[in-house]
Nanobody, 116 residues
Framework: QVQLVESGGGLVQPGGSLRLSCAAS????????MGWYRQAPGKQRELVGQ???????NYADSVKGRFTISRDNAKNTVYLQMNSLKPEDTAVYYC??????????WGQGTQVTVSS
């Protein structure tokens, strides 16, 4: 069982920035693939970006060049730096961990609202 706790969401104006953090439990964090997903009202949950245990990273086209995902294995934490935020980025953002054994774990989510 992996417990994930997200933080860093909030209200920001268009063009602003936020950094989300996701802290994971356990001693195997460095072996997990970590991802950030988001779900806007009335829409399906979608992948924002993910980083593998080896450090490979990919992003959704809608956030490329604006969002940066990173991980700190010493702190069991994955980050999502979000710049140039747009109203369409408004959603609940979720952290996901995928283990080597095939397990998938989710955090509780953190709300990001982009509005003037």
């Amino acid at each position: 069982q992996v417990q994930l706790v997200e933080s860093g969401g909030g209200l920001v104006q268009p063009g602003g920035s936020l950094r989300l953090s996701c802290a994971a439990s356990g001693s195997m964090f460095r072996r997990y693939a970590m991802g950030w997903y988001r779900q806007a009202p009335g829409k399906q949950r979608e992948l924002v970006g993910q980083v593998t245990s080896g450090g490979s990273i990919n992003y959704a086209d809608s956030v490329k060049g604006r969002f940066t995902i990173s991980r700190d294995n010493a702190k069991n934490t994955v980050y999502l730096q979000m710049n140039s935020l747009k109203p369409e980025d408004t959603a609940v953002y979720y952290c996901n961990a995928r283990t080597v054994a095939g397990g998938s774990f989710w955090g509780q989510g953190t709300q990001v609202t982009v509005s003037s």
